[in-house]
Every structure is written in structure tokens, then in C-alpha cells.
């Protein structure tokens, strides 16, 4: 059984930054592109960040909107994800979640697994 779970979220003001994780289990990790999506109040769930599957040259792919402010990163050995957010903005206030896929992508439906999502509240 395949399990993503993030860790990490809380409140923090703005400007600040938070370090979130996911952690896989029940996956082949190293075999995955891995992504970070968001969903804000009333919106729909966004793109964040995706890193490939090849560990050491690995590709990574943002949204603009967090372009210069979050860094996704991957320990293969902990088969563990991460997104470091800094210079955190309001509008970033959102659940977000880490997902699994062997097609890199940016699109939520080309993933396979979701973990259950971690709420980042960024006061102003």
C-alpha cells in the first residue's frame, strides 16, 4: 500500500519560511518524479514544484509564482521530499500536498499518488 505523508505546515508571518516534507512508503521512491501541489480556499489544486526521478541531476520545475522562493529537493535514502518556502507571501496560504508519478508532469491527474496534504497558514 502506498503512502505519502507530509509534515511541516503551520502558521507563520510573512516573510518567513517553513521546510515541508513528505515521506513515501509502499513505492519504489527513486522510480518517481515527485511534486508539491496547493489548493487555496475556494480554488482549485495548483501546481508548486516537481523534481524527476534522477537523483543526482535531477530536473526541477516550478510555478512561476514561487520561482526564487521555494526549492524542492529529494533524499533518495529516506525515500523523503521536500519544498523549502521562504519569503512566505499571504496568498500562499494554502493545504498542500505531495504527490507520486512515473510521467513528469505539472498536471494533478498525471499523478498517481496523493498524500493527504499539510496546511501552511501565512499571516500578513
Known amino acids: 500500500q502506498v503512502q505519502l505523508v507530509e509534515s511541516g505546515g503551520g502558521l507563520v508571518q510573512a516573510g518567513g519560511s517553513l521546510r515541508l516534507s513528505c515521506v513515501a512508503s509502499g513505492l519504489m521512491f527513486r522510480n518517481y518524479d515527485m511534486g508539491w501541489f496547493r489548493q487555496r480556499p475556494g480554488q482549485e489544486r495548483e501546481f508548486v514544484a516537481a523534481r524527476t526521478a534522477i537523483s543526482l541531476s535531477g530536473a526541477t520545475n516550478y510555478a512561476d509564482s514561487v520561482k526564487g522562493r521555494f526549492t524542492i529537493s529529494r533524499d533518495n535514502a529516506k525515500n523523503t521530499v521536500y519544498l523549502q518556502m521562504n519569503s512566505l507571501k499571504p496568498e500562499d496560504t494554502a493545504v498542500y500536498y505531495c504527490?507520486?508519478?512515473?510521467?513528469?508532469?505539472?498536471?494533478?491527474?498525471?499523478?498517481?499518488?496523493w498524500g493527504k496534504g499539510t496546511l501552511v497558514t501565512v499571516s500578513s
Open positions: 504527490a507520486a508519478t512515473t510521467a513528469s508532469s505539472s498536471w494533478p491527474t498525471s499523478y498517481d499518488y
